[in-house]
């Protein structure tokens, strides 16, 4: 009778482990769905962003409906240059972050750090960088890149 008791007690505490383990399981799982969905909206905020300035970069007359963001820049070529290179910037941010959380591995996430450094020796990127205009982008991401740059000598902010 003793060891009966001690099978059903053993069965009830393997049912409680494997209720556990399946409410772990599922929470991690939920966490990780919610990771995903955090990266795929900010992608898509950097999407709608990134259109934003392809118009401007195909259509640079339409840059100066924001006037603070062609103070300094003289020329239609300026002012493609300037969205182009934050065009590049863009996409560079929606890889920083998805690595940021874990959804972009190491070494992809390396070879786009040394594409940028190549990018940030063009003058045309280092001076969309050093123009005083709003650029829009995570505070973190762009202390990031300016450390990152500066660090490697392409620029110095």
Request: avoid cysteine.
């Amino acid at each position: 009778m003793e060891s009966l008791q001690v099978v059903q007690i053993t069965l009830q505490a393997l049912s409680a482990f494997a209720i556990a383990g399946g409410l772990l399981y599922t929470a991690v799982q939920f966490r990780a769905a919610r990771k995903a969905q955090g990266v795929a909206n900010f992608a898509k905020l950097v999407e709608l962003q990134y259109q934003l300035r392809k118009i401007r970069v195909d259509n640079p007359s339409l840059a100066s409906v924001h006037k603070h963001d062609v103070e300094h820049l003289h020329s239609d070529r300026e002012i493609q240059e300037y969205f182009l290179s934050l065009m590049q910037l863009s996409l560079f941010e929606l890889a920083w972050y998805a690595h940021k959380e874990g959804q972009l591995p190491d070494d992809y996430f390396q070879s786009w750090e040394k594409r940028m450094l190549q990018l940030a020796e063009e003058e045309s990127f280092r001076g969309m960088l050093a123009n005083p205009a709003m650029k829009i982008m995570h505070d973190d991401f762009d202390a990031y890149v300016r450390t990152l740059l500066h660090d490697n000598k392409s620029l110095g902010p």
